[in-house]
């Protein structure tokens, strides 16, 4: 893609697409607009603009230095859940088990901001009274701001 001086996107595609690309470069560097196949203005004149960002429903905002302080607190407690003994035990025949946190984010471009899925997946499979185990483990131990998704 290549975005103007004010930010905003003015083409995406495959660099390949336009007739001189170090002359777009020059172009934009001076403030100018580009024109031909591709560019924004063009599509949108056309009735091929470019569709308007929507926030997804499920993403939001969150303070990210929480989320830092929330995941270097996960690091530790995923390690004392490795040295742990009855822990260890419950899960060595599961055949599956895990506990990760993910954070996905959304950027909009038009406003430049973000939003953020923060999610703790919590994925358990084997003897009923290992899942318990664990699971009360989690509930206790684990915590933070994002969500929980218990499978």
Request: proline share 4%; aromatic share 8%.
């Given at each position: 893609?290549?975005?103007?001086k004010?930010?905003?996107?003015?083409?995406?595609?495959?660099?390949?697409t336009?007739?001189?690309?170090?002359?777009d470069?020059?172009?934009?560097?001076?403030?100018e607009a580009?024109?031909g196949?591709?560019?924004?203005?063009?599509?949108?004149?056309?009735?091929?603009?470019?569709?308007?960002?929507?926030?997804?429903?499920d993403?939001?905002?969150?303070?990210l230095e929480?989320?830092?302080?929330?995941?270097?607190?996960?690091?530790?407690?995923c390690k004392?859940?490795?040295?742990?003994?009855?822990?260890?035990e419950?899960a060595?025949d599961?055949?599956?088990?895990?506990c990760?946190?993910?954070?996905e984010q959304?950027?909009?471009?038009?406003?430049d901001?973000?939003?953020?899925?923060?999610?703790?997946?919590?994925v358990?499979?084997?003897?009923?009274?290992?899942?318990?185990?664990?699971?009360?483990?989690?509930?206790?131990?684990?915590k933070?701001?994002?969500e929980?998704?218990n499978?």
């Amino acid at each position: 893609m290549l975005i103007d001086k004010s930010g905003k996107i003015v083409f995406k595609g495959h660099p390949a697409t336009r007739e001189n690309l170090e002359a777009d470069l020059d172009t934009l560097l001076k403030g100018e607009a580009l024109t031909g196949e591709g560019i924004a203005e063009e599509k949108a004149a056309a009735g091929n603009e470019e569709p308007k960002y929507e926030p997804r429903p499920d993403f939001k905002e969150y303070d990210l230095e929480v989320v830092t302080n929330e995941i270097e607190t996960f690091k530790d407690t995923c390690k004392a859940m490795s040295e742990n003994d009855a822990l260890k035990e419950a899960a060595k025949d599961m055949p599956r088990k895990f506990c990760v946190i993910t954070l996905e984010q959304h950027y909009s471009p038009q406003n430049d901001s973000s939003l953020f899925r923060y999610m703790n997946h919590r994925v358990l499979v084997g003897k009923q009274d290992s899942i318990d185990l664990l699971s009360k483990h989690f509930e206790e131990n684990v915590k933070g701001s994002f969500e929980i998704n218990n499978q």
